[in-house]
């Protein structure tokens, strides 16, 4: 009965765009940069591809998953964040450079000039940054608070000394299965990842 229902979930057919036939496909690197703004690539996904156009797709959950869990890499990066990176944590909280600017007692000249690389973030607003961050992933019961502890007690030494990294570092994330099973939907993490 199981492997019934399995087998109907697999074959049946989802049009693409093109009017092709998407069937289920393995991915070795998928890459996500256009999911997440960031070089981001996972291994060992499963998706579909076209019959058609060979175009490339994935579930909607693993693409969440995926960005929330850069979120957790980068919050938890070693040097100071670069423009992308700080991009990618405003929009996580859905602010405006304008919105992030005011909670920080900042102007918004200086977020945008973070965001396109023309200045560094300092250590400080680096470190409030990736708190808000981290405090919008708690709040989604996506990280408990002993992990946002943990990772904010560990970064705060290492952004005052390392500056970001120049142009877009890739991320490499871990093969989906690990990811879900630190990060299961709807639930808390299970590790700090
Ligand atoms: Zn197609």
């Not at 502890?149 to 299965?177: C, M, Q, Y």
Request: glycine letters at 10%; one cysteine or more; charged letters at 25%.
């Amino acid at each position: 009965m199981r492997n019934q229902q399995r087998k109907s979930k697999a074959s049946r057919a989802i049009a693409c765009e093109c009017g092709g036939e998407l069937r289920p496909a393995k991915f070795d690197g998928y890459d996500f940069s256009d999911y997440v703004g960031l070089n981001v690539t996972v291994s060992n996904v499963d998706g579909f591809k076209c019959t058609k156009c060979g175009g490339e797709t994935v579930d909607g959950s693993l693409v969440n998953l995926v960005m929330n869990y850069t979120i957790m890499q980068v919050a938890k990066s070693p040097r100071r964040l670069n423009g992308g990176e700080a991009r990618y944590l405003r929009r996580t909280l859905h602010a405006t450079q304008e919105e992030l600017a005011e909670k920080m007692g900042i102007d918004r000249v200086t977020v945008a000039d973070w965001e396109r690389g023309a200045n560094p973030i300092s250590p400080q607003h680096d470190y409030i940054l990736r708190g808000f961050a981290l405090g919008w992933m708690l709040a989604g019961n996506l990280i408990t608070p002993e992990c946002m502890v943990e990772i904010l007690g560990t970064v705060f030494k290492a952004v005052r000394r390392e500056l970001p990294k120049k142009g877009t570092p890739s991320i490499a994330l871990p093969d989906p299965n690990v990811m879900r099973k630190l990060m299961p939907p709807r639930g808390e993490m299970v590790a700090c990842a």
